[in-house]
C-alpha cells in the first residue's frame, strides 16, 4: 500500500488485517502505530527499485501516495503522474498483476452531478482542476498497464472519504471506512480482468453515480449517508452539487491552489 501515512489508509489498515491480509505501508512520511501483520518501507513514489523490493510477494498494490487536494502544476505532475507512472512499473517488475489505484470524482468534476453522463455508466474524463487532470493521467495509466500487462487494475473515482460524512453534500459523497476496505477485498479477488473505473462512493440514498461499474467488478458498497443526515443538517443545510466536483469546478476557483477545506471531496 502507497500513501500509508495518510487519511485513507490509515483508517482501513485495521480492516484489512481483521480480514486477515498482511501489510507492506509504503509512504514517504513516517507510519505510525504499526502493528503486527505490517512493515513499513520508506521511500518516495519515484523510487522504482525500493517500491520493486517493498511489493515482490504482493497479491496487490494500493496505490495511495498522492497530492490529495489541488497544488501548482509541477507538483502533481512530478507526484500524481510519475509518481503513479512508477508505481505501476514497480509493481509490475514485481510480478504483481493487481493494482487498485486511487483516482477522484476531481478526474470528471465538470459534469453536471444529474446528467445522463454521470449517472448511467461511467463519463469520460472532465477534469476541474490540475489535481483533476493528475487523476485523470491515473486512470490512462492504469489503462496502459492492465493493456499492456495484462494486469488487473481497478480506478476507482474516490468522491469523499472520511469516519462519517461531513459537508453540505456528504450525503451525496460519502465513501466509508468499511466500503473503502470492501473496494481493496473485492480488486484482490475479482476474476474480471482488465482496466475498470469505478465510482468510490457508498451507498448512499442521495448519490446519482451509477453503481454499475463498481458491481460489474463485485463492489457491492453497504453503508449509506442517509443514516447520518440529522446529525448533518444540524450543523447547516444539505443541498446536492451542481457539477460533480463541487467548489473545486467553481469558476472562481483558482487553479493550482490547494482547497485544504475538510468538506470538499477529494
Ligand atoms: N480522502 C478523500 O476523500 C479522497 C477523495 C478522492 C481521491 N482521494 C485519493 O485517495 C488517495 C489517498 O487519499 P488520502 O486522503 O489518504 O490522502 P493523504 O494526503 O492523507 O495521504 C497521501 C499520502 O501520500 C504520501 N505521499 C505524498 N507524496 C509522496 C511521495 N512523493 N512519495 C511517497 N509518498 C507520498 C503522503 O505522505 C501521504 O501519507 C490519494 O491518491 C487521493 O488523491 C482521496
Not at 57 to 62: H, P
Not at 87 to 98: S, W
Not at 107 to 112: I, K, N, S
Not at 150 to 173: E, K, N, Q
Amino acid at each position: 500500500m502507497t500513501g500509508a501515512a495518510g487519511r485513507i489508509a490509515t483508517a482501513i489498515r485495521p480492516l484489512l488485517l481483521e480480514a486477515g491480509h498482511s501489510l507492506v505501508l509504503c509512504d514517504a512520511a513516517e507510519v505510525s502505530a504499526v502493528t503486527p501483520g505490517e512493515r513499513v518501507v520508506r521511500a518516495d513514489l519515484r523510487d522504482i527499485d525500493a517500491h520493486v523490493a517493498a511489493f515482490v510477494g504482493a497479491d496487490l498494490v494500493v496505490h495511495l501516495g498522492a497530492l490529495a487536494d489541488e497544488r501548482p502544476w509541477p507538483d502533481l505532475l512530478a507526484v500524481n503522474v510519475d509518481g503513479t507512472r512508477a508505481v505501476c512499473e514497480a509493481a509490475r517488475l514485481a510480478g504483481v498483476d493487481r493494482l487498485l489505484l486511487a483516482s477522484s470524482v476531481h478526474a470528471a468534476g465538470y459534469l453536471p452531478a444529474d446528467s445522463t453522463a454521470a449517472c448511467d455508466g461511467m463519463p469520460l474524463p472532465a477534469p476541474d482542476t490540475y489535481y483533476g487532470v493528475s487523476k485523470a493521467a491515473v486512470e490512462a495509466l492504469g489503462a496502459l498497464f492492465a493493456g499492456r500487462f495484462a494486469m488487473t487494475v481497478v480506478s476507482a473515482r474516490i468522491m469523499a472519504f472520511s469516519a462519517r460524512p461531513v459537508g453540505a453534500y456528504g450525503l451525496h459523497w460519502w465513501l466509508s471506512p468499511a466500503d473503502m476496505a470492501r473496494l481493496v477485498l473485492v480488486t484482490l479477488t475479482t476474476r474480471n480482468g482488465g482496466h475498470h473505473v469505478v465510482w468510490g462512493v457508498s451507498r448512499n440514498t442521495r448519490s446519482h453515480v451509477d453503481p454499475a461499474p463498481g458491481l460489474a467488478i463485485g463492489f457491492d458498497p453497504q453503508d449509506d449517508a442517509e443514516l447520518h443526515a440529522a446529525e448533518i443538517e444540524r450543523s447547516g443545510p444539505a443541498g446536492s452539487p451542481r457539477l460533480l466536483g463541487g467548489v473545486f469546478a467553481d469558476a472562481d476557483y483558482r487553479l493550482g491552489e490547494p482547497h485544504g477545506g475538510p468538506t470538499a471531496p477529494r
